[in-house]
Nanobody, 124 residues
Framework: QVQLVETGGGLVQAGGSLRLSCAAS????????MGWFRQAPGKERDFVAS????????YYRNSVKGRFTISRDNAKNTVYLQMNSLKPEDSAVYYC?????????????????WGQGTQVTVSS
């Protein structure tokens, strides 16, 4: 059974930093893209960042470019999201995602494993 467990969320003041971690178990994802999505109250779940299987390529939504960094450690089956210069609009539940398809950078509801989510709240 695949599990993705996120840690590292919390309450931080604007301008602060948080580091999210997502540990995967049940199978290895060393050949699979992994990513982070977020969902604010009353809004849809949005893409935040993703990283390809080798860690060589990263993608970010425009609003977090230059502030967030995604990385992975395949030996630990773990993906990270370093979030700096946080803004109140970054507040949301952050979900870890793993692509079921090897070597694929396409994300949809059918090919994605999801974590349970971790709350990030940025106060102004």
């Amino acid at each position: 059974q695949v599990q993705l467990v996120e840690t590292g969320g919390g309450l931080v003041q604007a301008g602060g930093s948080l580091r999210l971690s997502c540990a995967a178990s049940g199978r290895t994802f060393s050949s699979n893209d992994m990513g982070w999505f977020r969902q604010a109250p009353g809004k849809e779940r949005d893409f935040v960042a993703s990283i390809n299987w080798s860690g060589e390529t990263q993608y970010y939504r425009n609003s977090v470019k230059g502030r967030f960094t995604i990385s992975r450690d395949n030996a630990k089956n773990t993906v990270y999201l370093q979030m700096n210069s946080l803004k109140p609009e970054d507040s949301a539940v952050y979900y870890c995602a793993a692509n079921r398809d090897q070597y694929s950078s396409t994300w949809n509801g059918r090919n994605t494993y999801w974590g349970q989510g971790t709350q990030v709240t940025v106060s102004s």
